[in-house]
């Protein structure tokens, strides 16, 4: 498969396992998981574990447009490292590092063709700003 990666981060004001916490359990996903707030995460299913598989529903709140973001995690190290593979093939790493009371959150996932690449970058951004904002103030 012929894609280009992305990457984006952002440095959070939390010890690693709460981002861990926040990152991964579904009743704190669907308080962070979306790019703007027309939109929200209703419901998340997460099998945190190699195989498992990860599911949140994404919808614009006036109900015009929604739809299911699927992965299956490729690797799985906790508080560490996660590789999932997307419906459509494509890869997805995210990272945590945690130094000085901070953690960083590295995201660097293979874009798609449909959009712009600035496009992609900057929605997966705003989400992952988003779940900083969650993480800090929770």
Known sequence: MDTTPITIDVNIAATLDKVWACYTKPEHITQWNFADDS??????KNDLQKGG???????AKDGS???DF???YDELVPEEKMVFTLEDRRK??????ESNAETKVTITFDAE???????????????????????ESH
């Open 39 to 44: 939109w929200h995460c209703p419901s998340v």
């Open 113 to 135: 063709k449909e959009n712009s690449l600035e496009m992609q970058k900057n929605g997966w951004q705003a989400i992952l700003n988003n779940f900083k904002k969650y993480t």
């Open 65 to 67: 447009f929604g739809f």
């Open 92 to 97: 997805t790493t995210v990272l945590f590092e």
């Open 70 to 72: 699927e992965a299956v």
């Open 53 to 59: 598989k990860y599911i949140a529903r994404m919808e």
